[in-house]
Every structure is written in C-alpha cells, then in structure tokens.
C-alpha cells in the first residue's frame, strides 16, 4: 500500500477521555467506524489509534487490519507494550509505531482527548517527523457542560481551557456545522484558513424490512436524570388516548441509571420497550422497523443516531439546533423542533397522521444524507483537511530518529 501524493504517511487518532477501542467494541461503535477507517486507509498507509484507558486495543487493532488489510496499531497507556516493556512511555510508543513515517497527522476524535494530541505533537517533530495536528469534535465541550453543570462549574471551565490551548496548538480546526467554528473562531481567535466544516460519515445502506406504523424509537445515555429520555416519553404521554394506546415506545441505551424509567412509563400511560447494549446492526435493525425517530437531546451536538435513521428512511423528530443546518431541513427531510414537550408530541402526531407525510420525510431524508454524510466525501474532505494541516505544520527538524527500540 502507497500512499497518495500529499497525504501523511500516519494517521494519529486520539481518543476522548474515557473511549477506547475497547469500548467502541463493547458498545456497537467499532463496526459504524470501520468504513471511515478502510477508505482513509486507501490513501494513508498506517493508522494509530491513541487512548488512555483501553485495556485490550492490541488485540482490538490486529482484528482491525486483519479484516480490512490495513496496518491497525493500538497504543494504550492503560495496556503496557510487551514488546517495548512495560515502562516505556506513550510517547516512546507512539514514536516506535511511527517509525519510517515522515509526515504524521494527528486528529482527535473530539476536541477533550485529554490532551492526548497536544502531549504527542513534540515529540514527533522533535524526532524529525513533519507532524500536524487537526482539532475535530462533533461538539463544543464546554458549550455542552455549561448547559448541564453551569457555566462557571469546575468541569466547565477546565473543558474551556483545554480547547483554547488545542485551537491554540492545532494547525486545523474542524466541527460539524459552521456554527461551531463561528462559535470556536470567535471564542479562541482563530482566523478562517484554519477551520473546515466536516459533517460525521454515515455508512448505512437501505435494509428491506416492512415499517411498524406504530413503533417510535429513542436513543440515549442512562445517565444523570435521562432528561432526554423523559421527554421522549412525556411527549408520547400527550398524544390522543387513541394513538397512545397503539404506539410503542422503544428506547435503546445503555448506563447505570434510568431504573425508575419504566415505572415512570406506566405512570404516563406510555407503552415502552427499553433495549439496553444493542450492537450497532440491533439498532440500525430498530430505526429500519420505526415509523419515526426521535432526539430530545439537550446539547448542541450532531448525534450520529439521527443521521443514520435518516439513511435509513427514517422520519427524524430532532431538537433544532444549528448542528444540523443543510442536513435537516425543516419539514422536507425531518422535523426540528423547540425543546418542548408539547412541539414534540405535535410533532410525532402528525407523521402518526399522515403516512404520505412520513415516507415523503424518509425519502427526502435517505437523499440528504446520502449527499452530505457519505463515507467518501467525508473522507475526501478529511484528506484535503490533513493535506492543508500538513502544509501548515512547521518543518521537520534535523534531529535524527530517536526511536524506542
């Protein structure tokens, strides 16, 4: 495998706290990041993955390049290297799995990676490597902490320093919609050749399964009060006696709380089926059945779920935030909506009203996704973004390989 002209010759991606490719694995994730991870590997010839706290990424990483015939390698401060002992350092590991490589990009998979990349980048250009690093996030920390524990918490302005001094380190910056870069732009100063707009990949093809009229899906974490799960439910609680008699709610997620939720149900006169720890083709196999999904998400985010219903056909009933400008557009290709319990049940009334409405919504919806959220044009934009960091990124030194060996 060569690589194209222009393009690194190793791919870095660091982890956010807490992820691995352990957990990717145990949750579903791991099978929706491959077809990023094979079409980016036709044009760079090595890929890295970085984390903190994976506890079985070597292992992870050799089924990874097996099955798609690519160079997979797992660094994990968590799992000591029995090839280089259990004393050398990430750095030294990361250096020793570089080895060869001249060019190296370095992109976190969302902008709190613990600092990962920014830890990475000196050692690589002090050992003579052309290192760049490219600040990618589905959304902003910060802005999604200040909206749960405040803005002034401990958590919330530890998030706001980190991303300064990664848009501070970092040749590019890319998010989800021009909102956040304007957002991050404007917070941290970044002037405008610095930043792209990369919608997530959806890989998702058509599944040929009859739709259940009266099966609405949700998805989210069974953390703290699950308020938007709540609200899924609330929402469903204020349709007629009729359709809420008829409709089944199934929520899909997985998380240590959430245990008063199905009592909670019964009490709103709610029919819910709760599916915890699906793999990702059990969800994909939901959204394919489902009359309509919905996202009461309370953060500013693009949510991945809802792309892939939408390229599955599935009408969308999302909170209406500007993450998904150009993606979903009101009323052709889904439903945004105030994040209120009332406009969601209008909401879900109407596609339950009129199936015409629905299939037109999914159509339209499939459409979108399939131009904006394509693997291939994603990565076609991530390369011309690692091409441009590459570019950018200072000359490598005249240090020699100081390699762990």
């Given amino acids: 495998m060569s690589n194209s002209p222009g393009n690194p010759d190793a791919l870095i991606l660091t982890f956010p706290q807490g992820s691995s490719l352990s957990r990717w694995e145990r949750f579903g994730v791991l099978d929706r990041e491959l077809p990023f991870i094979r079409c980016v590997a036709r044009d760079i010839a090595r890929i890295v993955f970085v984390s903190q706290t994976g506890v079985d990424e070597r292992r992870i990483a050799r089924s990874i390049g097996d099955r798609l015939g690519i160079e997979a390698i797992a660094i994990s401060e968590a799992e000591p290297d029995p090839e280089l002992g259990q004393t050398r350092g990430l750095e030294e590991r990361v250096l020793a799995a570089t080895q060869g490589s001249t060019s190296v990009v370095i992109q976190t998979m969302q902008y ?185 998400e309370t953060a500013r985010r693009q949510s991945q779920v809802v792309l892939e219903a939408m390229a599955l056909g599935c009408p969308v009933v999302a909170t209406d935030v500007p993450e998904y400008n150009g993606i979903i557009i009101n009323g052709s290709s889904g439903i945004r909506v105030a994040r209120e319990t009332r406009a969601f049940a209008f909401a879900i009334d109407c596609l339950l009203e009129d199936k015409g409405f629905r299939q037109m919504l999914g159509e339209s919806a499939h459409t979108q996704v399939a131009v904006r959220c394509s693997v291939e044009r994603v990565v076609g934009e991530s390369l011309a973004c690692y091409r441009d960091a590459i570019r950018m990124a200072p000359q490598r030194g005249n240090a020699g390989d100081r390699l762990a060996s």
């Fill in 112 to 296: 709190d990676d613990g600092g990962l990349g920014m830890r990475l980048l000196s050692p690589l250009r002090c050992a003579g490597r052309r290192a760049a690093l490219v600040a990618r996030g589905s959304f902003i920390d910060s802005r999604v902490l200040a909206s749960t524990a405040g803005p002034s918490h401990y958590s919330t302005l530890r998030a706001a320093d980190m991303e300064k001094r990664l848009c501070s380190a970092a040749q590019m910056i890319v998010g989800v919609s021009e909102s956040m870069i304007d957002e991050l732009s404007w917070r941290y100063g970044i002037s405008g050749e610095r930043t792209r707009v990369i919608s997530q990949h959806v890989a998702v093809d058509r599944l040929s399964v009859e739709r259940d009229d009266n099966l609405i899906v949700t998805t989210g974490r069974f953390s703290g009060d699950c308020t938007a799960i709540r609200m899924a439910i609330e929402a469903v609680s204020q349709l007629d006696e009729k359709k809420r008699e008829a409709v089944r709610l199934e929520i899909i997620g997985d998380g240590p709380a959430g245990r008063d939720l199905p009592e909670y149900a019964r009490t709103l006169g709610v029919n819910t089926e709760f599916r915890r720890a699906l793999t990702h083709a059990e969800l994909l196999a939901s959204l394919a059945r489902a009359t309509a999904y919905v996202q009461a």
